[in-house]
């Protein structure tokens, strides 16, 4: 009897080593397998977000992440094939410049789901959009801008004039002339979604003609604007940490409401072609305005009041911000 104690304990231990063993297997084979194709550097403000969302649920141990940067349209068909032969079943990119292409792609592959930025349509079964629609925020910082200009003129310096940014631009607009109505502005495009130095210089040019506050759509407006001591308003990110006197205010985007909603419809089985992008707005806590931070005893006490009662009036769904994908112009001579 004594030496089958010893036994018999071993084959106990074995038998409970058997069933943990599957449960980990079972627990690693539910991570969701999950890439990514970015056409600029994961640092780029846009994409950042998007990386933020993913490693985020790859941190939490939700999905296996793997992603390429700074992939040239011309590859991007291919990249994304290569990804789906290699068993992800979740995609995630931004197709604005292979719109063709990454539809295709969708196409032959109808039991993964793509997940798309996109001006474009959802495209049955699996080709779901999303943009980022932050105009909500824009239009409150461009009411914080209006009050913040001496020279009544402003400048914006956009990659595009898709109707991502166009959007974006007239929100801010329209928010700075209800704060204040003399004010103008200059606009330009710098063809480019990645080129900090082309959009400084662009920057360099409105802030000679008078524009003492900038909006700042792509890096290196910013640059442009601590160089020459006036101010800016930020776009996706928050970046007043590290231009704590430019960077007044900044109209925030957060990608993870659009990506743990379609996660949780890939695992659910139930993923199918949607538009995710009202996931971005305000109301499902897809974008934001940043605090004022280093502003905050800056910004008079009446504009603050006037933010936060126009924030309210947003939330409740008693103002509603005009979408203009129309590109903008510039009004200042």
Do not use: C
């Amino acid at each position: 009897m004594l030496l089958r104690r010893p036994v018999l304990k071993a084959l106990l231990l074995a038998a409970a080593a058997l069933l943990v063993a599957p449960t980990v297997s079972v627990a690693q084979a539910a991570k969701t397998k999950v890439a990514a194709i970015y056409t600029v550097p994961v640092e780029q403000q846009w994409v950042s977000r998007i990386h933020k969302a993913l490693n985020a649920a790859k941190d939490r141990g939700e999905i296996e992440y793997v992603f390429s940067e700074k992939v040239a349209n011309a590859d991007y068909e291919r990249v994304m094939r290569e990804y789906a032969e290699k068993g992800n079943t979740f995609i995630v990119g931004e197709s604005f410049a292979v719109e063709a292409a990454a539809r295709k792609v969708a196409a032959a592959y109808p039991k993964i789901s793509f997940l798309m930025g996109s001006s474009g349509k959802p495209q049955a079964p699996n080709f779901s959009v999303f943009d980022n629609f932050i105009q909500e925020p824009a239009y409150l910082s461009g009411m914080i801008a209006g009050a913040m200009t001496k020279t009544n003129k402003m400048g914006l310096v956009g990659g595009y004039p898709i109707p991502e940014v166009n959007r974006l631009m007239h929100a801010f607009m329209a928010g700075a002339k209800e704060t204040n109505p003399k004010v103008e502005f200059y606009v330009s495009f710098i063809g480019s979604w990645f080129d900090p130095p082309k959009a400084k210089e662009a920057a360099l040019s409105m802030i000679a003609k008078g524009a003492d506050v900038m909006y700042a759509e792509r890096f290196g407006v910013s640059d442009a604007a601590k160089e020459k001591g006036v101010l800016a308003i930020g776009n996706v990110i928050n970046t007043q940490k590290d231009y704590p006197d430019t960077v007044v205010a900044s109209a925030l985007w957060n990608m993870e409401p659009t990506i743990d909603t379609a996660l949780k419809a890939v695992k659910a089985g139930k993923f199918k072609a949607e538009d995710y992008g009202h996931y971005s707005m305000m109301k499902h806590k897809g974008s934001e305005l940043s605090p004022l931070g280093t502003f905050e005893a800056k910004v008079p006490a009446n504009i603050k009041k006037a933010v936060a009662d126009k924030q309210a009036a947003i939330l409740s769904g008693k103002f509603t911000v005009k979408v203009n994908d129309t590109e903008p112009k510039s009004t200042a001579k």
